[in-house]
């Protein structure tokens, strides 16, 4: 069973950084997608921030945080990394990491929050 744990979160002042790591276990990873979502406080939906392809390591932003945050992954560990920089406080959020072998994304952590302070 794939599970998924998220690490990093805290609180953090504007121009600030964070690194969050999701630890990854129970299967070999090569061919999934790893993504990072986050739920800001009272919305419901959760909005797209970064993916990488385990094998090859493309990767993809949301717009809101291009040039500011960064996707990588350490094939030792099964560890994927979201470096934040430049923080805003609109960047507060539920942090999630979730995988996906194809369409959908069918495994989530628990989350980790993140607050920005102005």
């Known amino acids: 069973q794939v599970q998924l744990v998220e690490s990093g979160g805290g609180l953090v002042q504007a121009g600030g950084s964070l690194r969050l790591s999701c630890a990854a276990s129970?299967?070999?990873?090569?061919?999934?997608?790893m993504g990072w979502f986050r739920q800001a406080p009272g919305r419901k939906e959760r909005e797209f921030v970064a993916?990488?392809?385990?094998?090859?390591?493309?990767?993809s932003y949301g717009d809101s945080v291009k040039g500011r945050f960064t996707i990588s992954r350490d094939n030792a560990k099964s560890t994927v990394y979201l470096q934040m920089n430049s923080l805003k406080p609109e960047d507060t959020a539920v942090y999630y990491c979730?995988?996906?072998?194809?369409?959908?994304?069918?495994?989530w952590g628990q989350g980790t929050r993140v607050t920005v302070s102005s």
């Open positions: 129970g299967s070999t990873f090569n061919n999934y997608v």
């Open positions: 979730a995988a996906k072998t194809w369409v959908n994304y069918d495994y």
């Open positions: 993916a990488i392809r385990w094998s090859g390591g493309s990767t």
